[in-house]
């Protein structure tokens, strides 16, 4: 039976989790866009004021943009940011919505090319509270509980004593399930 609940209950927790990622996405709303250029080994800066969970989108049409981030620095760089993104295609940065306001963005020119052509996203994330920290820990104590039963069960069956289910373990669950059900309701509603 616990094998069967832990099956249960690792299933959940990933139905869930891709629940919030697509609620999440879901629920953007685009704020601006601006298209712009600079030159190779410059940077442009911009400030952004908007509060809460942002995700931040710079496409490089021509040349190769990078995206560095900061809510203490006023001109971010590669030597002073919180947060970049230097790929070679489209660049994703997700700001918090507990970094302060405003965010200062620097785009840089890669010295490579001469002019680098971009156009640089905003779009408002919804605010999910949800502490994935909290979500890996009580997943992971229950991993581990549920291993060392396991072992205990194979015990008591070796000894020919069979243990009763644990009311506990259920009850936890089932609090850890209409917990984040009534995150997803709140933000459903």
């Avoid at 999440?24 to 952004?48: M, P, R």
């Avoid at 605010?127 to 069960?153: G, W």
Wanted: net charge negative; hydrophobic share 35%; with cysteine.
């Amino acid at each position: 039976m616990e094998t069967g609940m832990h099956y249960s209950f690792n299933i959940l927790l990933h139905v869930l989790l891709v629940s919030l990622v697509l609620l999440k996405c879901s629920g953007e709303e685009f704020l601006q866009s601006v298209t712009d250029e600079v030159l190779a080994g410059n940077y442009t800066i911009y400030h952004i004021k908007s509060r809460g969970q942002l995700r931040l989108e710079l496409v490089s049409h021509e040349g190769d943009a990078d995206i560095y981030v900061s809510d203490s620095e006023l001109r971010p760089s590669y030597e002073n940011y919180d947060l970049k993104s230097i790929t070679c295609g489209v660049d994703v940065i997700e700001v918090s919505s507990k970094m302060k306001r405003p965010v200062a963005v620097g785009v840089f020119g890669h010295p490579f090319y001469r002019t680098s052509k971009y156009t640089l996203s905003v779009y408002k994330l919804p605010d999910l509270d949800v502490d994935y920290a909290t979500l890996d820990a009580l997943y992971n104590s229950y991993t581990d509980d549920s291993s060392e039963n396991e072992q205990d069960s194979q015990k008591s069956n070796e000894d020919h004593i069979s243990t009763e289910d644990n009311p506990d373990e259920e009850s936890t669950l089932w609090t850890i399930v209409i917990t984040i059900l009534k995150i997803l309701f709140d933000i459903l509603v």
